[in-house]
């Protein structure tokens, strides 16, 4: 079965510095990978995915994720934070197989903080 | 995208009492999906609805509690009964926009039961 795992809680950066929230993964097989944002009373907005092709994605409002296959990692990144980046990020992964399901596995999220 | 409205955004309900969430669609979707995020939690499956057929549960999830319709291929709703505090929750719909690997999700329902 899928998992990930966003290993920090909480993630604090000044406003202006880089921002990365990172995000490790297993699947079997080739993975779907996602990255969606929850601001507060809001449901999720999605904000990027990598399907094939090249590892740097870019995504809505400056984000962007590199997908690293050797460590199984899908780490997102934005050069520089904004206060209004203050939200919470999930990082989502399924299983490419066609014969499996669409089911996503959603890890823990992380509360990143934007301090100005 | 898929744009995804549910209805009602937030509700307070007394326990023992069922409620029904609905969820639409703005493009005819083959599969939906009904998720709980439990306060300070992460995202958890509770089923996948395809129109014609009886849902997927999964495991920790029942039909007598989690009771969906999926009636035709924009809309499906989702029934919490027998209420009790711990089902106090955002209960969230998705779905992928139209052959999209991209699942979309709606802004969710807000559910405190006392």
């Known amino acids: 079965a899928q998992s990930v795992a966003q290993p920090e809680d909480q993630v604090n950066v000044a406003e202006g510095n880089p921002l990365t929230v990172k995000c490790t993964y297993s699947?079997?097989?080739?993975?779907?990978l996602f990255w969606y944002v929850q601001y507060p009373n809001r449901g999720l907005q999605f904000l990027l995915k990598?399907?094939?092709?090249?590892?740097l994605v870019k995504g809505s409002y400056g984000f962007e994720a590199e997908f690293n296959k050797s460590q199984t990692s899908f780490h997102l990144k934005k050069p520089s934070a904004l206060v209004s980046d203050s939200a919470l990020y999930f990082c989502?992964?399924?299983?490419?197989?066609?014969?499996?399901?669409?089911?996503?596995?959603f890890g823990k999220g992380n509360q990143v903080v934007v301090i100005p | 995208s898929a744009v995804i409205s549910q209805k009602p955004s937030r509700d307070i309900c007394q326990r023992g009492t069922s409620l029904t969430i609905q969820c639409q669609v703005d493009?005819?979707?083959?599969?939906m999906f009904w998720y709980r995020q439990q306060p300070g939690q992460s995202l958890t499956l509770i089923a996948t609805?395809?129109?014609?057929?009886?849902?997927?549960?999964e495991s920790g999830f029942v039909i007598d509690k989690f009771p969906i319709s999926r009636p035709n291929l924009t809309f499906s709703t989702l029934t919490v009964s027998n209420m009790s505090p711990e089902d106090s929750s955002i209960y969230l719909c998705?779905?992928?926009?139209?052959?999209?690997?991209?699942?979309?999700f709606g802004p969710g329902t807000r559910l405190t039961v006392l």
């Open positions: 998705s779905a992928p926009s139209g052959g999209s690997d991209t699942q979309y």
């Open positions: 699947v079997s097989g080739n993975p779907y």
């Open positions: 990598y399907i094939t092709g090249d590892n």
């Open positions: 989502a992964v399924r299983a490419r197989s066609y014969y499996g399901n669409n089911r996503l596995a």
């Open positions: 493009s005819q979707v083959t599969m």
């Open positions: 609805a395809n129109q014609g057929s009886e849902a997927t549960y």
